[in-house]
């Protein structure tokens, strides 16, 4: 504890005691550290590093509403920041300034009332901070929301069932089932995918934080959202709603692929599934039993709808809306015991 040079000059009482100023420099030196903590905390989310810390990473935008989102949160974490900086300093100012001291001589400080400056001050400043961050925000949810739809863009209708997802491509005549594959898309040239969100039970949410905000997805009332993702990869997300009992295991995966690898997807997809000599035991089976009322298989008699296309089962990674990898175990595991296969 360093003393301050005029220790001799203070009340005796106060003598070797650390001294406002010495308090004053500690607190300086230790907001310093919190401010530097939160300067580096700042950077490292500004500049994405690359690859993302996680996935699900809110912070490495790769498509324009995501941006959009991103960067009103940065705003409103630098307004937030910066009224903490200046609460906290006053409050730590107050703190020490005010603690207890032997000196005090037990009187009550001066008490003030009804400053007229002082409550317009904290009034109407905090108001217009919520005005600007309340202006902010709808100017981004507008910018968002009333985007024109390129005549180029691709349709995909998502419908949220309990736990798992259903894509139709309405123009491309392509029905699939929780891995959704979209077009990459140049800023030169932008071809967009909108989403229009229906579901056939209860909430659920559509979010991949990636790529865009998130969106409910609400029996009887549509809802739509779009994203122009710039780079081509898997982006993860996962239903923000709950939704039931696996609602957990009830996971996205958005797979954005280059112009030439999303047409030749969509060409594979939109075909009927192969029938031959080696899988006609297996089919005989599942035309057999209960799973054709829920399961559609095209180019056979299956035409279920009540549970994902399994046409092209084959060509997806995972099962079970992305809680197991698409494996001949995993899926004589699901089939035997689909409640509680893993
Ligand atoms: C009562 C309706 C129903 C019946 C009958 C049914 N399924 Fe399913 N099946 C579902 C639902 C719903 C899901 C999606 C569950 C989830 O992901 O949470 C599913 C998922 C699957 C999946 C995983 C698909 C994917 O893309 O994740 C396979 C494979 C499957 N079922 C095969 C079968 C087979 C084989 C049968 C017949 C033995 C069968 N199902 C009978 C409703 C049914
Ligand atoms: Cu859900």
């Not at 993302?52 to 960067?71: E, G, K, M, R, Y």
């Not at 209860?202 to 409910?216: A, I």
């Not at 996962?238 to 999303?262: I, N, P, W």
């Amino acid at each position: 504890m360093t003393r301050s040079s005029d220790d001799n000059s203070r009340p005796e009482l106060l003598r070797g005691r650390p001294s406002f100023l010495d308090a004053s420099r500690q607190m300086y030196v230790h907001v310093t550290q919190v401010l530097v903590l939160f300067c580096a905390a700042v950077t490292a989310f500004a500049e994405p590093a690359h690859p993302p810390l996680s996935p699900t990473n809110i912070f490495a935008p790769v498509s324009t509403p995501a941006q959009s989102i991103f960067d009103l949160s940065r705003f409103v974490l630098m307004v937030t920041a910066a009224i903490f900086i200046v609460v906290f300093s006053l409050l730590a100012y107050a703190v020490v300034k005010f603690r207890k001291s032997t000196a005090d001589d037990g009187r009550e400080p001066a008490q003030v009332y009804g400053s007229t400056q002082l409550e317009l001050a904290w009034t109407v400043i905090p108001v217009l901070i919520v005005v600007v961050l309340f202006l902010a925000t709808a100017r981004v949810i507008a910018g968002i929301q009333n985007a024109a739809q390129p005549s180029n863009a691709v349709e995909v209708t998502v419908i949220g069932h309990q736990f798992w997802w259903e894509y139709r491509y309405p123009s491309l005549k392509v029905v699939t089932a929780n891995e959704l594959h979209i077009p990459v898309s140049d800023l030169a040239h932008p071809t967009p995918t909108f989403l229009t969100l229906l579901s056939s039970d209860t909430d659920h949410s559509f979010w991949v934080p990636r790529l865009g905000g998130k969106t409910d997805l609400i029996p009887n009332h549509p809802n739509s959202m779009w994203m122009d993702p710039r780079d081509t990869g898997l982006y993860l997300g996962q239903c923000a709603q709950y939704c039931g009992t696996q609602h957990a295991k009830m996971l996205l995966r958005v797979y954005v692929d280059s112009r030439e690898d999303f047409d030749r997807w969509i060409q594979e997809q939109s075909r009927p599934a192969q029938v031959g000599n080696i899988i006609s035991e297996g089919q005989k089976i599942f035309e057999r039993t209960a799973c054709i009322n829920c399961h559609a298989v095209a180019g056979t008699v299956a035409d279920g709808r009540f549970g994902p296309d399994l046409t092209h089962l084959m060509s997806r990674d995972t099962i079970a809306s992305g809680a197991a990898p698409n494996t001949p175990e995993n899926l004589r595991r699901w089939i035997q015991d689909p409640s509680s296969p893993w």
